[in-house]
């Protein structure tokens, strides 16, 4: 073992002896302890006393938070939990040579991240976390449409609409849904046709993106409704991804909207089943779109 990573597992083994020791574990996640991850709980990491020693570095998208850990989602489907902690480096690109320093409120859901970790035991722990300013701003522009809550349907409806038609100038060249079953997120075959038919759609437009949001019926908690969207919204990016042939650069930040913009009524059968959707976006920035 290196000097340098002597000396990173020396600081990590003091950094993350709240993650590892059990009072702190049972303190930081009071109610559910568990993330859930394709329909199976992923429970706390058991304890250990192992020295860290240098781990993969995973690139991905930020599926799931609960406290101190995230669960990412690599371009190949594969789910990793890391935890993170007060020595975590978390680092925004502002420019070719500077990088703005952050705190874990910036580990947003749907944000895309490279993460250098350390392995403990089984456990993941990042020891520096990178992303891109841009994504973060389009993250927190999509955290805002939903800030005052699912209750107030109305507002978020009317926050999500003007994202749309205005995030960073796009304007929306098509929209493709695809329909779930009841607390499902698994695509049907009709829906993977139909997906890989909308990134056709948007890869024979010039300067296409597509924008992912997902979406639930009104049955169910917010935060049980606000979970199950995000994982409507991240399978379908997957599928995008590996079996349409869609390039992750040209796809902006996936979200889930839970129950916020029903495309039909909420008290009909018929119409829950309309709003169980991924909404599949091809968007093209006002100031490429005819060019």
């Known amino acids: 073992m290196s000097t340098t990573i002597q000396k990173s597992a020396i600081g990590f083994l003091m950094a993350t002896a709240a993650i590892l020791a059990p009072a702190s574990l049972s303190a930081q ?62 680092r925004a690109s502002k420019g070719l040579f500077s990088r703005a320093k952050l ?25 520096q976390i990178n992303l ?30 003007g994202r749309m038609g205005d995030i960073d100038q796009y304007n929306i060249k098509g929209t493709t849904n695809v329909n779930f079953d009841v607390n499902k997120w698994n695509l049907t075959e009709q829906g993977k046709a139909d997906l890989c038919a909308a990134a056709a759609q948007a890869e024979s437009m010039d300067n296409a993106f597509l924008l992912v949001v997902g979406y639930t019926d009104a049955d169910g908690s917010d935060d049980y409704n606000q979970e199950l969207s995000e994982k409507r919204a991240s399978r379908v990016v997957n599928h995008l991804q590996q079996a349409c042939g869609w390039k992750p650069y040209r796809m902006l930040t996936p979200t889930g ?27 093209v920035s006002k100031g490429l779109d005819g060019l």
């Open 257 to 283: 909207m839970s129950e916020a913009d029903p495309l039909a009524d909420n008290s009909t059968p018929e119409g829950k089943a309309q709003n169980r959707r991924v909404a599949v976006n091809i968007l």
């Open 132 to 161: 891109r300013n841009a994504d973060l701003k389009t993250a927190n522009m999509i955290r805002t449409g939903t800030a005052q809550g699912f209750a107030e349907q109305t507002a978020a409806t009317a926050a999500l609409r």
């Open 103 to 127: 705190d874990g409120n910036a580990l947003l859901n749907g944000l895309p991240v490279t993460i250098k970790t350390m392995q403990a035991g089984d456990q993941l722990i990042a020891s």
């Open 29 to 90: 996640n009071q109610g559910d302890p568990n993330i859930i991850v394709d329909g199976q709980q992923m429970a706390e990491p058991e304890v250990t006393n192992v020295a860290p020693v240098k781990g993969p570095e995973i690139k991905g998208i930020i599926a799931a938070r609960q406290g101190d850990r995230i669960q990412v989602i690599a371009d190949d489907g594969s789910s990793s939990i890391i935890s993170f902690n007060e020595s975590t480096k978390i």
